[in-house]
Every structure is written in C-alpha cells, then in structure tokens.
C-alpha cells in the first residue's frame, strides 16, 4: 500500500534538529520563516539559550532564543549581548541603549525593555530570587505606569547584588579577623596558609564591589545615561512624533485634494486653501512645543528621582568597600607586626649565635693549650704534678678573661643588650 504524500510535510530530519525547530515555532511572536528553515544550520556563538521573559504585568514565560532574534527584537548590538554570555567574563555593566537597558550585575544578566524583561536562565540562588522577587513585585504593583515597571526591574537587580556583596563581606570579616588574630599570637603554617586563602578572596571581592560602585558613579555623573534608562516614555514621545507626522501628512493631502476637486478657483479660496497645510503645520508645531516643553519638565524630575535611588545603593556599596579596604589595610598591620616579631626573633637568634661563638673561641684556646701539653716529648714540667693544676688555672683563667672581654666590648658597641 502506497504512503500518502503530503505536501507540507518535513524532511527527514534529525532528533535534534527537529526538537530545535520545534523550539523555534513556539517563541510566541519571537520567531521567523528564515529562522524556522535555517535552524539546523546553527553556527558557533549563535546557538540558542533559555530566557525567561517576564512582562510588566508580573508573568513569566520560559523561551529558547538566539542572539539575532534579541538583536532585532531589541534593537541591541552583538558586542552588548557578548556582556550577557556566561562564556564570557566580563565586570559589572550597566547601559542605557535606544529600546532596552543591558544589566550585566554579578550573577543577574538581563535586558530591560519598555514591556518586559528578558532574563538569562541560571540555576544561581540570586538569579532565582531576583525572577521571583519582580514577578511577585509586579503582581503587586499592576496599575502603576510602565516607567515605574521597568525601573523597578533594575531597582530590584541593584540591590540584590548590593545585598549579596554585602552578605560576602560581613562573612569575610567574621572569618578574617579572628584568623589575623590568631595569626599574630601563633605564626604557623596552617594559620599563614588560611590568611592567604582569606587574602586571595578579599582581593577579587574588592575588585567586584569596586566595579559596581563605579558603574552607579557613572550613572549619576551622567544625565543622559539616566534619561536612557526611561524607556517607556522615550516609546510614548517616539509613538507621538509618529503620530503627529501622520497627522501632518493627512491633513496636507486633504487640503491639496480639495483645491483639485475645485472649480475656478477665486483668488480668495485659493488663499485660504493655501494657509490650510500652514495652519495644520502651526497647530501641530504648537503641540509639539508644548509637549517638549512638558517633558522637559518630568525628564528632570525622573532624572532626580533615578538619581536618589541610585544614591541610596551608591552609599550601599560605598560602605561595603569601605569595610573591605578596612580589612586590607588589618591585613597590612598584622604582616607588619609579623615582620617586626620575626625581625626580633632573628635579633635573638644573631645575639645566641654571637655568645657561642665567643665561647667556641675562648674553648679553642683552651684546646690549643691542651694540644701543645699532649705532645710526646720530655719536659721538666713533668716532673712537678702541681704544675699540671697551675697550667689549668691558668688557661682557664685567660679563657674566662677573654670572653668576659669580649661580651664587654659587644655591650660597648651596643650590638648585645646585656
């Protein structure tokens, strides 16, 4: 029996391939034609991640996408998603782009858009808070505008990683400083071993909290980055300027139809058909002045409102780096005081060092003489048994001289404190 030939029916594909095209043709509203037929064809770098899209209205929706499809969904360049990839290890970023704000904080890697956001999936703790935090916060906060939506999204990232990395240095001082302590009242291996593993981690602490705390700088330094970051009402302008220009353009074309449907015209009619575009052109103008000019106005408040929350996790931040070059500088004392107490460990040992080897030379001497009275030959000293007691007073009296000289001539040099 003959199989029943259909049209629309796949080639034989792989079990991947198809699992990926399948992927593809359910990015609600994500996908394209080209992307659904070229998905097998799947380059290095260009392989899809799982995201989770969370809009302003608190639900979150677990997607595969790939770089082009964010690229042309949120208007971003491919060197701003680089910031994203967990390949890739770059410092704490915060920018401000036409359509979206790119958040490369620590463990959070995002894009912020004017309707949702876009979260890179981790298994991370802090990257599983922050999506159950914002869900749970929009949730709550539904009828606020978007603007508000939004900077809560980035509200929420800065100050779990603000808390995280506070979390990180209260830990570290609560091991570091009972470690230098011990360190300072007993130098051993184990202790010089567990302050170095303890250094080691404050260093590259420092470094990620001195990151984000100049990135917050750079933000409040600057106006316009903080004017990028309101993207619900740059969409709202960019839709009235659409509209406007569209009104513009309607009534131009009315006014031009109505002169050519005319009779003969009279001088009279043909003047006021002319000032109609002038008078669309004007009102228009108008309009857009007044809009301008009003949004100017809450472009400075929201300005100053950004720069307040930004503020408050700047001074956040500031505080833990503050406390992190505390403990570096504790750090520097204790290796300090240890070098000083090694120093005078060594000053001992050169003073013991020096007393033996003065005695060593007064024994020598003694020695010498014991060697000379050994040789094999015949003496009249001999005869006399007192003599004997007499050459070792005598030897053992210069002996005892010599080296009571030499102590006293390194008091009076200072080098032995006696």
Request: glycine residues 6%.
């Amino acid at each position: 029996m003959e199989k029943s030939h259909n049209p629309f029916r796949l080639p034989n594909l792989p079990e991947s391939a198809s699992t990926q095209i399948t992927d593809r043709f359910n990015l609600d509203g994500y996908g394209s034609r080209g992307a659904f037929l070229t998905t097998g064809l799947k380059k290095r770098g260009h392989g899809s991640r799982s995201w989770t899209k969370i809009d302003k209205n608190g639900n979150s929706k677990i997607l595969k996408l790939d770089k082009a499809t964010i690229m042309r969904h949120c208007s971003l360049p491919a060197r701003d998603l680089r910031l994203l990839d967990p390949v890739f290890i770059y410092p704490s970023t915060i920018l401000g782009r036409e359509k979206a704000i790119v958040v490369s904080l620590e463990q959070i890697r995002c894009i912020i858009t004017a309707d949702e956001v876009i979260l890179m999936n981790s298994l991370d703790g802090c990257v599983v808070q922050y999506q159950s935090e914002l869900c749970k916060r929009l949730l709550t906060n539904r009828d606020q505008t978007g603007a508000d939506t939004m900077r809560r999204a980035l509200e929420l990232a800065l100050e779990l990683i603000c808390m995280s990395l506070d979390a990180q240095v209260k830990q570290l001082e609560m091991e570091l400083y009972p470690g230098l302590d011990e360190l300072a009242t007993s130098i051993s291996t184990l202790n010089l071993e567990r302050v170095r593993r303890l250094k080691g981690h404050l260093l590259g602490l420092t470094r990620r909290v001195q990151k984000v705390r100049d990135e917050i700088e750079h933000l409040m330094d600057d106006d316009g980055d903080m004017a990028e970051m309101y993207l619900t009402e740059k969409k709202q302008k960019s839709e009235a300027y659409t509209l406007s220009d569209l009104y513009l353009r309607t009534d131009t074309s009315g006014g031009a139809t109505e002169i050519s449907k005319s009779a003969p015209v009279s001088p009279v009619a043909s003047i006021s058909g002319a000032q109609n575009p002038q008078r669309a052109f004007n009102r228009i103008f108008s309009m857009s002045k007044y809009g301008s000019l009003t949004g100017s106005s809450d472009n400075g408040e929201n300005i100053e409102q950004l720069e307040m929350l930004l503020e408050a996790y700047f001074v956040v931040a500031d505080n833990s780096l503050s406390k992190l070059l505390s403990l570096k500088e504790y750090i520097d004392d204790t290796e300090d005081f240890i070098n000083i107490k090694l120093g005078n460990v060594q000053n001992h040992l050169i003073q013991f060092q020096l007393l033996l080897t003065a005695a060593t030379f007064a024994a020598a001497i003694f020695a010498c003489v014991t060697a000379v009275f050994g040789m094999n030959f015949a003496d009249s000293v001999f005869d006399h048994p007192s003599m004997f007691n007499w050459v070792l007073v005598i030897t053992g009296g210069a002996c005892g001289f010599l080296y009571f000289a030499f102590l006293f001539y390194l008091r009076h040099r200072k080098i032995i404190p006696l």
